[in-house]
């Protein structure tokens, strides 16, 4: 029965091969856990957030993909032909309903199966993960437009091959399970290996840490053609010593830093209220009212921050602080230092979808 934790990974600097692995892609959506008990399909997320009145066509569809009574592990993705679209996802989490069932049509969101926790009244998750992805071939029914069963291997060399290729088309990198894992709800025992790379931003803000101790997290921006400086994301997961030592070293850039700031149009509490999530206050489906305020910082500092991608623009994922870069200038900190990455083709997983 719900709640349901999913079983989480921690990083890996490579991909490992030693024998008894199995490897899988980690596929760039909101991860969901599937509970089906007869007319009834709920999807929950990570944080025990209900995903269902935001994706009805995904819990119709596993009506006709899973039998009547399972748990499945797996993830919510929209598929585009440029490859998966992490932002229209972020939109479908809408409180409007006649909102949600229009883009619902617009935008039908895929579910991709990888894992079985229960069939009928047996509780699977004791069983190795070998047995359980057996299990889930068997009771998978990928005819439904939109459902699939994520591809596996056994072999490193292919792992690194899906590593390369189709990291453009939101393949977020690989995972990795020990063929006998037992599915064990919130621990990190899986392992997950992930495109990073490193970018040196302009230091633009801060915001408070959550706490009220210290730096929460730092505002980075990148020039674009025109020398106009864009918000791409934040560095963040500092330690609580960090966090206090940084706001004595950010101190310095603080006097006069909205006289001329290139964001200062997004500083007051007005504005935040209206930004959209590509400014520095702005709000998003994800933020949940949480507090958004920041500090403004004279955009002198550069940091260079390691990220995994781009997309729209902007870090997918939060960026971590590497070093502070005295050496560079603010100007040279531009949209051209980043890796472009051409989408590959996910024809061979996602057939027609990527058509659309």
């Excluded at 991909?15 to 490897?23: A, F, T, V």
């Excluded at 039998?67 to 939109?91: K, W, Y």
């Excluded at 409007?96 to 990888?114: I, Q």
Aim: hydrophobic share 40%.
């Amino acid at each position: 029965m719900p709640p349901v934790r999913p079983m989480l990974a921690k990083t890996a600097p490579a991909i490992p091969r030693e024998p008894g692995l199995s490897y899988e892609p980690k596929w760039d959506g909101f991860r969901c856990v599937v509970f089906r008990d007869g007319a009834e399909v709920e999807l929950g997320s990570r944080n025990d957030r209900p995903l269902t009145r935001y994706f009805p066509e995904v819990a119709e569809l596993l009506k006709q993909a899973l039998p009547q009574r399972c748990v499945v592990d797996g993830e919510i993705v929209i598929v585009t032909e440029n490859g998966l679209d992490f932002d229209a996802l972020q939109l479908r989490l809408h409180p409007a309903a006649s909102r949600v069932a229009k883009l619902a049509a617009e935008t039908p969101a895929s579910f991709v199966a990888f894992d079985l926790l229960a069939l009928d009244d047996r509780d699977l998750t004791a069983e190795p993960f070998i047995e359980r992805r057996r299990l889930l071939e068997t009771i998978l029914n990928t005819e439904p437009a939109r459902v699939h069963l994520t591809p596996v291997t056994h072999d490193p060399a292919v792992a690194q091959d899906w590593f390369t290729r189709f990291e453009g088309a939101g393949f977020d990198g690989v995972m990795v399970k020990g063929n006998d894992l037992e599915y064990l709800q919130d621990k990190r025992v899986m392992l997950k290996v992930k495109h990073e790379r490193t970018a040196d931003c302009v230091v633009a803000g801060y915001r408070i840490h959550k706490d009220g101790q210290g730096v929460g997290s730092l505002l980075l921006g990148l020039y674009d053609e025109e020398s106009n400086l864009h918000h791409v994301g934040v560095a963040s997961s500092f330690t609580a010593d960090r966090r206090k030592e940084l706001l004595g070293e950010l101190e310095p850039y603080r006097a006069g830093a909205l006289d001329d700031h290139p964001w200062r149009d997004w500083a007051d509490a007005a504005a935040q209220a209206t930004a959209s999530g590509k400014m520095p206050g702005g709000v998003s489906r994800w933020t949940g009212g949480k507090d958004l305020s920041w500090e403004a910082l004279r955009p002198e500092l550069v940091a260079e921050v390691r990220y995994e991608h781009v997309q729209s623009g902007r870090f997918r994922h939060g960026g971590r602080l590497v070093r502070f870069r005295p050496d560079r200038t603010p100007e040279s900190c531009t949209y051209g230092q980043l890796d472009e990455v051409a989408p590959a083709e996910l024809a061979a997983i996602f057939g027609s979808e990527v058509a659309r």
